[in-house]
């Protein structure tokens, strides 16, 4: 009996080696699966032919374990990206509705002499005189005619909002040098106003050398009036008139002007003998600072930052999206590789 036992076995191995031979490779890929997780296969009991359970987590679950906790914190900064995206086009456009005003300063020796025209009506203009350093020496004859050393333009057009009334401008050139202090005093003389209060209305607009210049002169104070706001200095008072000059730029590129002004009134203290039923006005016209303002809207959302910050996240995203397909087809070739592991133990065991 021995013999046939020994033939048998005999048998069986050639069988194995013939098997070997004709896949050598799937036995070394087999071996080298098997020696990399050794510590993860059951091991069979080689005396009583059976396999003991686990109790403690494997090396191949804490990875799986592992690939989806990554999986999910991928999943979270992916939806993060998202919302960074959406947030980022969203306050674009908000920005792109809501312009932020800007302000500049510039700051000038010289300004562009403005011109100021006055609307007497009955008063007359006595005196008109430049001065500096915000100095105005004493009044000399105050009610008498004096001397009219400022450029002055008279002018006649209807007014452009009734376009029947014909309306009277004295137009005066105001001061120029802002570093001198230069200013400008004008005194008028009313004899007499069926009116309850006496005051005389003038109108600032930006350059007397386009007054001067424009050969429809009644067509320019006409777009004056209609552009800028007039003002009033009363009877029996010194105005003193501080101008400050704004620059608004519009979306189409056009450019605004505008007068601000501080003005200050002192009570003027008649000394003439003779009590006298008229009026004196007095006003003085004076560059409050040598800065220009210029207001314009602008728009803070800059899309070549939005375009870098948009890439970046897409870069993100597609790196992210990338892992994940990576992570799931490791955790699908890892447990493939367990499955396989556990039939071969199984089948070595049977």
């Known amino acids: 009996m021995p013999k046939p036992e020994v033939s048998a076995s005999y048998q069986e191995l050639s069988e194995d080696v013939e098997r070997v031979s004709e896949n050598p490779t799937e036995e070394r890929e087999g071996e080298m699966e098997v020696n990399e997780d050794s510590s993860s296969v059951i091991l069979p009991d080689g005396e009583l032919g059976t396999t003991t359970p686990s109790l403690r987590f494997s090396k191949t679950c804490l990875k799986n374990v592992f690939s989806v906790i990554l999986?999910?914190?991928?999943?979270?900064?992916?939806?993060?990206?998202?919302?960074?995206?959406?947030?980022?086009?969203?306050?674009?456009?908000?920005?792109?509705?809501?312009?932020?005003?800007?302000?500049?300063?510039?700051?000038?020796?010289?300004?562009?002499?403005?011109?100021?025209?006055?609307?007497?009506?009955?008063?007359?203009?006595?005196?008109?005189?430049?001065?500096?350093?915000?100095?105005?020496?004493?009044?000399?004859?105050?009610?008498?005619?004096?001397?009219?050393?400022?450029?002055?333009?008279?002018?006649?057009?209807?007014?452009?909002?009734?376009?029947?009334?014909?309306?009277?401008?004295?137009?005066?050139?105001?001061?120029?040098?802002?570093?001198?202090?230069?200013?400008?005093?004008?005194?008028?003389?009313?004899?007499?106003?069926?009116?309850?209060?006496?005051?005389?209305?003038?109108?600032?607009?930006?350059?007397?050398?386009?007054?001067?210049?424009?050969?429809?002169?009644?067509k320019f104070m006409k777009d004056c009036e209609s552009s800028y706001s007039s003002w009033k200095f009363s009877g029996g008072f010194r105005t003193w008139v501080k101008m400050s000059l704004v620059k608004t730029k519009e979306e189409d590129g056009t450019e605004t002007v505008e007068f601000k002004q501080e003005t200050s009134v002192v009570n003027y203290i008649d000394q003439r003998t003779k009590p006298r039923s008229d009026q004196l006005f007095f006003v003085v016209f004076e560059w409050k600072d040598p800065f220009i303002q210029t207001v314009q809207d602008i728009i803070t959302a800059n899309p070549w930052n939005m375009i870098a910050l948009l890439c970046g996240i897409f870069l993100a995203l597609f790196k992210a999206a990338d892992f994940a397909k990576l992570s799931v087809k490791w955790m699908i070739k890892i447990r493939r590789r367990h499955l396989k592991r556990t039939r071969q133990v199984t089948n070595h065991i049977s």
């Open 71 to 218: 999986l999910f914190i991928y999943l979270l900064l992916m939806a993060v990206a998202v919302f960074l995206v959406y947030q980022t086009i969203s306050d674009f456009r908000e920005k792109l509705k809501h312009p932020v005003m800007s302000v500049t300063y510039k700051e000038v020796s010289l300004y562009d002499a403005p011109g100021i025209a006055f609307y007497p009506g009955k008063a007359r203009l006595l005196s008109c005189k430049h001065h500096y350093y915000d100095h105005i020496p004493p009044l000399i004859n105050p009610g008498q005619p004096g001397d009219i050393e400022c450029t002055t333009q008279r002018i006649n057009y209807t007014d452009p909002f009734t376009n029947q009334t014909m309306k009277y401008a004295l137009v005066v050139q105001g001061p120029r040098d802002v570093k001198k202090r230069e200013l400008v005093f004008l005194q008028f003389h009313l004899n007499e106003t069926d009116q309850d209060f006496s005051a005389i209305d003038y109108l600032l607009f930006s350059s007397f050398q386009e007054f001067v210049s424009s050969p429809e002169k009644a």
